[in-house]
């Protein structure tokens, strides 16, 4: 089992920052690829980010490149989420999760990831 706890979420005004962090407790943190994901109710839970074990390699949706950073400390076993320029659609219950794998690929879909955090809100004020 591996256990996952966000935090870092809050009330922010537009064009503001965040980072979120997601500790991971119970299993290697470098055997496992991270994500982190999104949900506002009534929709699907939506990716934002992915990385690989090593961190070598990501990905992010198109919706936050250039505005959204995900990286991982595995000596800390945690993945963070850096997001700036923060808009009022950013809004949404943020979600790490993790994958097992030995590769170095970064993971996208949410149905391949074996673990999920409880989530932590942020909202971006107009």
């Known amino acids: 089992q591996v256990q996952l706890v966000e935090s870092g979420g809050g009330l922010v005004q537009a064009g503001g920052s965040l980072r979120l962090s997601c500790a991971a407790s119970g299993r290697t943190f470098s055997n496992y690829a991270m994500g982190w994901f999104r949900q506002t109710p009534g929709k699907e839970r939506e990716f934002v980010a992915a990385i690989s074990v090593s961190g070598g390699n990501t990905n992010s949706a198109d919706s936050v490149k250039g505005r959204f950073t995900i990286f991982r400390n595995n000596a800390k076993n945690t993945v963070y989420l850096q997001m700036n320029s923060l808009k009022p659609e950013d809004t949404a219950v943020y979600y790490c999760?993790?994958?097992?794998?030995?590769?170095?690929?970064?993971?996208?879909?949410?149905?391949?990831?074996?673990?999920w955090g409880q989530g932590t809100q942020v909202t971006v004020s107009s």
């Open positions: 999760a993790a994958k097992y794998s030995r590769g170095s690929y970064y993971v996208p879909s949410k149905y391949e990831y074996d673990y």
